[in-house]
């Protein structure tokens, strides 16, 4: 399955310098260090939104699922990094309710088992 609406997918400035790559975020300090190790940096922002935008239009691993603030979808692919390596991640989307634009909620490192590749 493809992620619906994928080329329209908004990535917000402010989940990307404010909470992805935030060292100081309390829940995303973890985040902030694996992502900023890869090259991504709060200056050039948009280039980190622009990978998380290229790995939803390209992967087909995405599980969709309902919850009460919208349709929820999981994808799970290789990151596209200024330092050219590939990491395994995991992102969640959502569509919300009475809304048509695909937004990411998160992104996270994810190590897949052998039946998620």
């Given amino acids: 399955m493809h992620l619906p609406n994928a080329h329209n997918a ?3 400035k402010e989940k990307i310098v404010d ?3 935030n060292s100081m975020h309390p829940d995303g300090a973890g985040k902030a260090a ?4 890869l090259g991504f940096s709060v200056v050039n922002w948009s280039v980190f ?3 998380l935008k290229s790995l939803a239009n390209d992967s087909v691993n995405v599980t969709p699922s309902h919850s009460p603030f919208g349709e929820k979808f999981v994808v799970d692919g290789e990151l596209i990094t200024p330092c050219g390596k590939m ?3 995991r992102t969640v989307w959502i569509v919300d309710v009475g809304e048509e634009i695909l937004r ?3 992104a996270y490192p994810y190590e897949p ?3 998620d590749v």
Avoid at 34 to 37: G, I, K, N, T, V
């Fill in 19 to 21: 909470y992805l790559l």
């Fill in 49 to 51: 939104a622009d990978a």
């Fill in 10 to 12: 908004v990535v917000p």
């Fill in 104 to 106: 990411l909620v998160t």
């Fill in 34 to 37: 694996f992502f900023l190790a």
């Fill in 113 to 115: 088992r052998d039946e």
């Fill in 87 to 89: 990491p395994f991640v």
